[in-house]
């Protein structure tokens, strides 16, 4: 459909194309076939001749979707065709094909390959992405930068501050989609009902060599209707498309007109407007955004098919499928739309510094209860300041030029605030400095974090 591929990559579109995906189902039954003959249930020649036919290019992949809808799933077309493909050329292995599996162990196992790439494509970029960010923050120390609440002028932060808290998060995604990838991603093999019983006392041995064939981890019990580990695999994938869509509205907010403070790299015609040449509008924080707005609704479907009845369900499996790759893919493309935009950012330090500047020394009201409140006592204090606000709000002057009016004409005990207590209440540096403190211990182990995703193979 056109306009689902706006929420998704090119990328994560062909890991989970219909040629793909039907390639990786060959990629089952040739691996089923092999096995079978390793452990002495189907002689080798029909074990060859199978796998020999199992390549996609041989079929007609559109034939074979369209064609799903009358059976239920697409295993049994897949599987039919290649009953009568390898008939034409080995009769007798064609007896051999699918045997002892179930149309779900089929298309489960396919979709643990499937999703195994995928999530391979996610990783690499998502840890472009953190080291990206962690670069950055690298790079900018003691930036002042105006911290906002409730969509509010609040206190002064600091750049790096605010970069650690969009990294954090991705990268506890990156790490928690290894973890529950390698929990998840496992074989799927129990023939009709889960127990294996067309194998026989071969079914040991058949789990190990179709795994082995695969190179995926064997279940502790076929999970037809366990997908508690599915499901925490899609749940991870739902709460990175979540962070990313706060970073990628943070970013947005940033790169508004009226505050400047942080924009997209710039390029000809990248995020130009159809009718307004002066405007530069924030396509990839748009992409991204456009990109997870649906992963709740594609996370709460997945939870919905949490319930397959006895063992095997109806209905549940189809509609679990038809929400995987979407979520998938969006994860992908919101984590390459925001490596763009953070490939190289235009920051505005300068701007950043104004906003706060703008805010009169209002930012430091807080700071300013706590020094005078001890000295003087909460209902003087708070009288103090509310007078000092509405003033600085009046247009009378800074926070900082009234309170030094208010010693001057004894409106304020000389005794109240110190020079040096003054002084550092508006040291925009010092407090991004102090900003920058809270999150030095964490950078370094988020340096150590990002090295060691980069220096260990994904599964």
Same mark, same amino acid.
């Given at each position: 459909?056109?306009?689902?591929?706006?929420?998704?990559?090119?990328?994560?579109?062909?890991?989970?194309?219909?040629t793909a995906?039907?390639?990786s189902?060959?990629?089952?039954?040739?691996?089923?076939?092999?096995?079978?003959?390793?452990?002495?249930?189907?002689?080798?020649?029909?074990? !060859?001749?199978? +796998? #020999? =036919?199992?390549?996609?290019?041989?079929?007609?992949v559109?034939? /074979?979707? *369209?064609?799903?809808? $009358?059976?239920?799933?697409?295993?049994?077309?897949?599987?039919?065709?290649?009953?009568?493909?390898?008939?034409?050329?080995d009769?007798?292995?064609?007896?051999?094909?699918?045997?002892?599996?179930?149309?779900?162990?089929?298309?489960?196992?396919a979709?643990?390959?499937?999703?195994?790439?995928?999530?391979?494509?996610?990783?690499?970029?998502?840890?472009?992405?953190c080291?990206?960010?962690?670069?950055?923050?690298?790079?900018?120390?003691?930036?002042?930068?105006?911290?906002?609440?409730?969509?509010?002028?609040?206190q002064?932060?600091?750049?790096?501050?605010?970069?650690?808290?969009?990294?954090?998060?991705?990268?506890?995604?990156?790490?928690?989609?290894?973890? !529950?990838?390698? +929990? #998840? =991603?496992?074989?799927?093999?129990?023939?009709?009902?889960?127990? /294996?019983? *067309?194998?026989?006392? $071969?079914?040991?041995?058949?789990?190990?060599?179709?795994?082995?064939?695969?190179?995926?981890?064997?279940?502790?019990?076929?999970?037809?209707?366990?997908r508690?580990?599915?499901?925490?695999?899609?749940?991870?994938?739902?709460?990175?498309?979540?962070?990313l869509?706060?970073?990628?509205?943070?970013?947005?907010?940033?790169?508004?007109?009226?505050?400047?403070?942080?924009?997209?790299?710039?390029?000809?015609?990248?995020?130009a407007?159809?009718?307004?040449?002066?405007?530069?509008n924030?396509?990839?924080?748009?992409?991204?955004?456009?990109?997870?707005?649906?992963?709740?609704?594609?996370?709460?479907?997945?939870?919905?098919?949490m319930?397959?009845?006895?063992?095997r369900?109806?209905?549940?499996?189809?509609?679990?499928?038809?929400?995987?790759?979407?979520?998938?893919?969006?994860?992908?493309?919101?984590?390459?739309?925001?490596?763009?935009?953070?490939?190289?950012?235009?920051?505005?330090?300068?701007?950043?510094?104004?906003?706060?500047?703008?805010?009169?020394?209002?930012?430091?009201?807080?700071?300013?209860e706590?020094?005078l409140?001890?000295?003087?006592?909460?209902?003087?204090?708070?009288?103090?300041?509310?007078?000092?606000?509405?003033?600085?709000?009046?247009?009378?002057?800074?926070?900082?030029?009234?309170?030094?009016?208010a010693?001057?004409?004894?409106?304020?005990?000389?005794t109240?605030?110190?020079?040096?207590?003054l002084?550092?209440?508006?040291?925009?540096?010092?407090?991004?400095?102090?900003?920058?403190?809270?999150?030095?211990?964490?950078?370094?182990?988020?340096r150590?974090?990002?090295?060691?995703?980069?220096?260990?193979?994904?599964?």
């Open positions: 459909m056109l306009f689902e591929a706006f929420l998704s990559s090119t990328a994560m579109e062909s890991v989970f194309s219909p995906v039907v390639q189902m060959m990629d089952v039954e040739a691996a089923l076939a092999r096995a079978a003959a390793r452990v002495g249930m189907i002689p080798a020649p029909a074990a !060859q001749a199978i +796998a #020999s =036919l199992c390549r996609a290019e041989l079929y007609d559109p034939a /074979l979707v *369209a064609a799903a809808p $009358r059976s239920g799933n697409l295993a049994l077309p897949v599987v039919q065709r290649l009953r009568e493909t390898v008939a034409l050329f009769p007798s292995a064609a007896v051999y094909v699918h045997r002892g599996a179930s149309a779900q162990d089929l298309v489960d196992t979709m643990v390959l499937r999703t195994r790439e995928a999530l391979r494509l996610i990783d690499d970029d998502l840890q472009q992405l080291a990206r960010l962690l670069e950055l923050a690298e790079r900018h120390a003691a930036v002042p930068l105006l911290g906002r609440t409730m969509m509010q002028p609040a002064v932060i600091s750049l790096r501050f605010k970069l650690m808290n969009w990294l954090m998060p991705l990268l506890r995604s990156a790490e928690r989609l290894r973890e !529950q990838g390698q +929990a #998840s =991603l496992l074989l799927q093999l129990g023939g009709a009902v889960g127990t /294996l019983d *067309a194998m026989g006392d $071969r079914a040991e041995d058949m789990l190990a060599a179709v795994a082995a064939e695969l190179s995926l981890p064997l279940p502790d019990m076929c999970w037809h209707t366990q508690d580990r599915w499901l925490r695999l899609g749940m991870e994938a739902g709460l990175l498309c979540g962070n869509g706060k970073l990628a509205q943070d970013f947005a907010l940033m790169a508004q007109a009226e505050v400047d403070e942080l924009n997209e790299p710039p390029g000809e015609g990248y995020g407007c159809l009718s307004m040449p002066h405007k530069k924030p396509v990839a924080a748009l992409q991204a955004l456009a990109a997870v707005q649906r992963a709740p609704q594609r996370v709460a479907s997945l939870m919905g098919c319930t397959p009845e006895h063992e369900g109806l209905g549940q499996h189809p509609a679990e499928l038809a929400e995987w790759s979407g979520l998938m893919g969006g994860a992908h493309l919101a984590v390459q739309a925001l490596n763009r935009a953070l490939a190289e950012p235009v920051l505005r330090i300068d701007r950043m510094r104004a906003h706060v500047l703008e805010r009169q020394g209002l930012v430091a009201s807080e700071r300013l706590h020094l409140m001890p000295r003087l006592g909460r209902q003087r204090t708070g009288a103090i300041v509310r007078d000092l606000i509405s003033r600085v709000r009046l247009g009378q002057g800074t926070l900082e030029q009234l309170l030094l009016a010693i001057d004409v004894g409106d304020l005990p000389p109240a605030l110190s020079s040096e207590e002084a550092a209440m508006f040291d925009l540096e010092a407090i991004a400095a102090q900003a920058d403190g809270r999150v030095d211990a964490l950078m370094a182990d988020a150590r974090r990002v090295e060691t995703l980069a220096a260990t193979p994904w599964i």
